[in-house]
């Protein structure tokens, strides 16, 4: 190999590495398997946990009207009932996001019974990355549409540590 084109790239490769941002928001977890997540509304706390040993638990902001079950698309409810893991967006609006299976069945009928829809795009998710949206969230809590915010160090622990296929329970 021409040493020239070696060093050139190596020289680019270096300079690459020094012009990046630090901190990669993938992050690698080597704990225990995350066997389920829970949130509890009530305490804004969400639960990544090992059968039944607490690994972390996380400060949450919900929807802007917490209280209660989502029971259609603009009701800014987070969802309550059993759901899985289902998907993860890199490339969100948010730092990340972790996709939750909502609706199921019964949120649907639920839902159509009030000649509503029932939505969907549920989420945990990290901050915006828009700067307006982010200063609003950061004014007032319970700020989403019916998701589940957390810091954007701490959606990277998560996205790092939940896989697709997890349960997750939301409850009261």
């Known amino acids: 190999m021409d040493r020239r084109v070696f060093g050139l790239g190596a ?7 020094a012009c990046s941002s630090g901190k990669s928001k993938f992050r690698r977890y080597n704990g225990p398997e995350v066997t389920s997540v829970v949130v509890n509304k009530g305490a804004r706390k969400l639960y990544a946990l090992h059968n039944d040993e ?6 949450v902001d919900l929807g802007f009207a917490p209280a209660g079950d989502k029971n259609f698309e603009g009701d800014g409810k987070t969802p309550e009932g059993t759901y899985l893991i289902d998907r993860r967006n890199p490339n969100s609006s948010y730092h990340l996001s972790i996709g939750i299976s909502y609706p ?10 009030m000649g509503k829809s029932p939505g969907g ?4 998710h990290g901050q915006p990355n828009r700067l307006k949206e982010l200063a609003r969230a950061k004014k007032t809590p319970d700020w989403t549409a019916g998701c589940i915010a957390v810091t954007n160090d701490e959606i990277e622990e998560l996205y790092a540590m939940v896989k697709n296929g997890t ?5 009261p």
Not at 11 to 17: F, H, K, P, Q, R
Not at 104 to 113: F, I, K, L
């Open 104 to 113: 199921n069945s019964r949120d649907v009928a639920e839902a159509r019974a």
């Open 54 to 59: 607490v690994l972390k638990s996380f400060d």
């Open 11 to 17: 020289v680019a490769t270096l300079g690459l590495t």
């Open 121 to 124: 795009e549920i989420f945990i």
């Open 167 to 171: 349960v997750i329970t939301l409850r």
